[in-house]
């Protein structure tokens, strides 16, 4: 009798482990937010932006860094853009940028460059230069 009783409670241990749901792992339930690098693709080829901007000045083209203020940075570092520098066209199409970057010519994960004009120089070919406002570029460069 203490055999079967102990063979029952075995299967009811069983059965009762069976019917117990798996654990959840430590990202089921929480909802991953991934925000991608600001990108575009053009010319069949995928950029990333370097987050430095470009500005054209009347004597000639000035290199803003994004971070702390002109004093803190000793001063704005002088560049040079290349001189053919061409148009190849417009961004026009946005994609989330917490979705993975589709590979379509002149698309970018960032709404701000809807619209606006995209350079390109065979000189500097791993760069391409995007104007977001009269005079000011950001520099994206081959990913």
Not at 121 to 136: Q, T
Request: net charge negative; with cysteine; hydrophobic share 40%.
């Amino acid at each position: 009798m203490l055999k079967f009783g102990s063979l029952l409670i075995t299967l009811g241990v069983i059965m009762l482990s069976a019917c117990t749901p798996e654990p959840k792992s430590e990202t089921q339930g929480i909802e991953m937010n991934i925000e991608y690098k600001p990108m575009i693709f053009a010319q069949d080829t995928l950029y990333g932006d370097t987050g430095r901007v470009v500005i054209k000045s009347e004597s000639g083209f000035i290199e803003q860094e994004p971070e702390g203020s002109i004093e803190e940075r000793g001063g704005w570092v002088a560049i040079e853009l290349p001189n053919n520098i061409v148009s190849i066209g417009f961004v026009e199409n946005i994609v989330s940028q917490s979705e993975p970057m589709v590979h379509e010519n002149f698309t970018s994960n960032i709404e701000l460059y809807y619209g606006k004009e995209i350079f390109h120089s065979e000189e500097n070919a791993h760069l391409i230069f995007v104007e977001i406002s009269d005079g000011r570029f950001s520099i994206f460069e081959l990913i």
